[in-house]
């Protein structure tokens, strides 16, 4: 069992700078309220005579609040134990299970700096991280043709200059409304560091990703899946496949503190979150587990990282869940790899568990069409009705009877 646990205090702001990305901007710049940065020169998004500006003002990669050293460091040792696991995957034999499904391409190439802990790097984390959504925030799109090409990270905001030249359009209006919705009872909103650029409203920062948040989270809250953890009387757990940069975990743990979060995932992939949520929730225990030592499992922990070629063992060692999550990835794996998540994830649940999964039948392009695959071990208990979707088509599974 390798463990990391800490507690930190929060972050300093400290300016940070790197060559080889970009400089920050000067340190006499100033702050509104809301974070976002004043400098002296006029930028769009300081013209308050704009349509939008009674609503929301643009919000550039130059108005991040850095990460403290104390973030910085959460998120490199985090990042140590990640490396580890990455050089454990590559002494595996493949089984069916363990090697990476030849749908999903990675990030490890082009996210090298990130996975070695540069700062500058782990500054634009979520510029980095659209392979797990489809979506980039560095050029506010989903088409492949846009966000898939060589991308040149060193000035962010050359490039978000032309997305807030196009003014706050229908979809980003929606996404203001949905915040506002959402935030009594489960903000959507993920913090302005590591690379979170959008409108930023009453209630915080909105983007593409947002607005995919938005609708993930009114499914789950319409399927009944929130509900059935939001219970405070004991600690759920929410086991989650396949955990991206690790925004939904962050709002749901946010939401729920009394949440012990399991996210298992690519070594290459865990980088991403584990970073993220090291740096973004210091006061979070954190905690790793590779099937190699000793297990002691604490559910007492906040987050729980995972590496793939672990499932079978910290199956064995959890016992128990009470959520299982896949959104966008299940798709992507081999049969034999859903498979395997499947017959775990029915082991873990009890019979009143759920698993919430949204996916696309990616058959098109050689994938699968996860229900058939799913329904060997689950029976189907989504609601007739869902409204319109976006991403994926969400699903509510329980256990089958024994």
């Known amino acids: 069992m390798r463990r990391h646990h800490g507690r930190l205090p929060a972050a300093d702001h400290r300016e940070g700078a790197d060559r080889r990305f970009g400089r920050r901007p000067a340190p006499g710049s100033r702050r509104n309220r809301c974070g976002c940065r004043k400098t002296r020169s006029m930028t769009p998004s300081d013209d308050l005579t704009k349509p939008a500006a009674d609503r929301a003002r643009f919000c550039y990669f130059r108005d991040q609040i850095p990460l403290s050293d104390q973030q910085l460091a959460r998120a490199r040792n985090a990042l140590d134990i990640v490396r580890s696991f990455m050089e454990t995957q590559k002494t595996l034999d493949g089984d069916g299970f363990t090697e990476t499904s030849p749908l999903w391409t990675g990030v490890t190439d082009y996210a090298a700096d990130l996975v070695a802990g540069e700062q500058a790097a782990l500054e634009r984390l979520r510029f980095l991280s659209w392979p797990f959504s489809g979506i980039s925030l560095l050029h506010m799109a989903t088409s492949p043709e846009v966000i898939g090409g060589p991308t040149d990270y060193s000035d962010p905001d050359a490039s978000l200059a032309s997305i807030e030249a196009r003014g706050l359009d229908l979809e980003m209006s929606h996404a203001l409304d949905a915040a506002e919705q959402f935030s009594a009872l489960l903000p959507i909103t993920l913090p302005q560091q590591m690379g979170e650029v959008g409108w930023l409203g009453p209630h915080g920062v909105v983007n593409l990703d947002t607005i995919a948040f938005s609708e993930r989270i009114a499914m789950m809250a319409n399927f009944g899946a929130i509900q059935h953890i939001m219970e405070q009387t004991r600690r759920h757990v929410v086991v989650e496949i396949g955990g991206g940069f690790g925004g939904i975990a962050y709002i749901l743990k946010r939401a729920l503190p009394n949440l012990h979060y399991v996210i298992v995932d690519l070594p290459s992939s865990l980088a991403f979150s584990a970073a993220y949520l090291s740096a973004t929730r210091p006061d979070a225990r954190i905690a790793f587990f590779d099937g190699r030592s000793e297990a002691n499992l604490d559910k007492n922990d906040d987050f729980l990282f995972v590496p793939h070629y672990a499932w079978s063992d910290i199956v064995e060692c959890l016992q128990h869940a009470d959520l299982g999550l896949n959104t966008l990835s299940?798709?992507?794996?081999?049969?034999?790899?859903?498979?395997?998540?499947?017959?775990?994830?029915?082991?873990?649940?009890?019979?009143?568990?759920?698993?919430?999964?949204?996916?696309?039948?990616?058959r098109r392009r050689g994938g699968l069409n996860v229900p058939d695959i799913l329904s060997r071990y689950f029976d189907d208990v989504s609601p007739s009705e869902t409204g319109p979707i976006l991403r994926g088509v969400p699903k509510l599974w329980a256990p089958k009877a024994a």
Request: negative net charge; aromatic residues 12%; proline residues 6%.
């Open 330 to 362: 299940f798709a992507e794996m081999t049969e034999a790899q859903v498979d395997g998540y499947g017959q775990g994830l029915a082991r873990l649940l009890p019979p009143d568990g759920l698993l919430f999964e949204q996916n696309f039948d990616d």
